[in-house]
């Protein structure tokens, strides 16, 4: 533990083998109170060293946690405590991981990650459209702004949860690449009406078709829309 880092505000420790371990040992170190972003993707991490690491009460100034590429799990998720590690988390990026409709339920419990404002779960198992509504309707999420939910295959049911839910009204950007959504999955998304401050909407490689994109196009709730991405439709 050196003295002379105690002022540190970012660290990217991308790629390089640290495991849980290493985790383990960031999560405990009493010289990064002043850390604000911290990168350990890629770092054949498991749950274990997740939950080290969100329940590190070490880490108090730490608002940009990116642990994508790992080997996270969601069973393991169950062990997050709502106890005062990272009381200032605003970004999670949990892309690329093994994280099932399970552990979205898990996360979601924890009242602690009501600080943050985007959740990136890009890329991992199905999470299937039941953990999407109840993603939608959690209050924890009330303040999110920014959701990636690319390549989950989530369907009509999903959209009209993520359209329609007050809890997600403050989102400004949504990713919903990848999820095989058909013009009846856009239409709902459109009806919905509560993402009323949705400035970024990417629906790439779907297959929402000339009635969703119409549905998307007459909507007055995306009347501050600015950037719609509709690439492989």
């Known amino acids: 533990t050196s003295p002379h880092i105690t002022q540190l505000t970012s660290l990217n420790v991308y790629y390089n083998h640290l495991g849980d371990e290493g985790a383990h040992h960031l999560a405990s170190a009493e010289i990064f109170e002043q850390l604000q972003t911290l990168n350990i993707g890629f770092n054949h991490l498991t ?3 997740f939950i080290a690491l969100v329940n590190s009460e070490r880490l108090p100034s730490l608002t940009n946690l990116s642990i994508a590429a790992n080997h996270i799990e969601s069973d393991g998720l169950q062990g997050i405590s709502d106890a005062s590690g990272l009381p200032t988390l605003q970004v999670l990026d949990l892309g690329n991981n093994r994280i099932t409709a399970m552990g979205v ?4 419990k924890v009242t602690r990650f009501e600080t943050l404002l985007t959740l990136n ?12 509504q109840r993603l ?3 209050p924890n999420m009330r303040n999110l702004q920014r959701l990636d939910l690319t390549n989950h295959k989530i369907g009509e049911d999903s959209t009209r949860a993520l359209g329609s839910n007050p809890h997600l009204s403050n989102l400004r950007v949504l990713n919903l ?3 095989k959504l058909t013009e009846q999955g856009a239409q709902a998304l459109a009806a919905g009406g509560a993402l ?3 400035t970024v909407l ?9 009635a969703g994109v119409e549905a998307i196009a007459h909507a007055e709730c995306f009347e501050h829309l600015h950037t719609l991405q509709l690439d492989e439709n």
């Open 196 to 198: 009323s401050k949705l």
């Open 105 to 108: 339920c898990a996360l979601l």
């Open 121 to 132: 779960l890009r890329h991992g198992k199905s999470i299937q459209d039941g953990a999407v």
């Open 177 to 179: 690449a990848e999820n």
């Open 136 to 138: 939608a309707s959690s």
């Open 202 to 210: 990417n629906l790439n490689k779907n297959s929402v078709g000339d």
């Open 47 to 49: 749950s274990e060293g």
